[in-house]
């Protein structure tokens, strides 16, 4: 039986059954992972009917969209709050995220990537988290480097080390408990990226 109220249902009706339901995929993320928040699933838990649902989002993909888009947009605020620190202390962050987020996490970089252009909500905030990455190699790089297309295959490399750490340590092939270690022995990398020259970082 339904717990939600009928002024409930009357403000769902009027424009808030979208954060709702998204709260809800959230939710459900966190429990299950991506398999797990569905659009039928999310109306139970929210007190709608299925049908309800699809004034906002036309399927599954859409709804994951929306709460991926959102993952982005708190994946770059964590990026950029390391990388008020230093570059290498983005790369931690990055990590950080993931252990303290897995599900959202693994539906960010879900096969749903590869169809962001479809959801423009998503690609922007995908873009955004690339971008300020990207920023962090920038703002590293010595006066007169760090342009164009250099600056792209370092904020790519970077990712990959910090993408690949995350995920060997989230699918268990590094054990999570040393995961703080695994974050400092980020901070301590040697700051010599090939193609911007040395970069500095604080105490070196």
Do not use: C
């Not at 760090?146 to 750490?165: K, M, N, P, T, Y």
């Amino acid at each position: 039986m339904s717990t939600v109220s009928t002024s409930q249902r009357s403000t769902y009706h009027h424009g808030h059954l979208r954060p709702a339901l998204i709260a809800a995929a959230r939710a459900l993320l966190d429990e299950g992972g991506p398999e797990a928040a569905g659009l039928r699933e999310a109306a139970r838990r929210v007190g709608v009917s299925p049908t309800a649902t699809y004034r906002h989002f036309r399927d599954k993909d859409a709804l994951l969209a929306a709460v991926a888009a959102e993952g982005f947009r708190e994946f770059s605020a964590a990026l950029a709050q390391g990388g008020r620190e230093s570059f290498l202390a983005m790369g931690a962050a990055y990590v950080e995220f993931a252990l303290k987020r897995p599900g959202m996490f693994r539906l960010m970089f879900s096969p749903l990537f590869a169809k962001r252009e479809l959801y423009p909500e998503f690609k922007v905030a995908a873009e955004e988290a690339f971008a300020v990455l990207r920023r962090g190699v920038q703002s590293s790089a010595p006066e007169g480097e760090g342009q164009g297309e250099s600056v792209d295959a370092v904020a790519i490399a970077a990712w990959s080390l910090a993408h690949g750490l995350s995920h060997l340590i989230l699918d268990g092939v590094l054990p999570k408990e040393s995961a703080e270690a695994f974050k400092q022995a980020i901070l301590a990398l040697p700051n010599v990226t090939p193609g911007l020259g040395r970069f500095t970082a604080p105490g070196r």
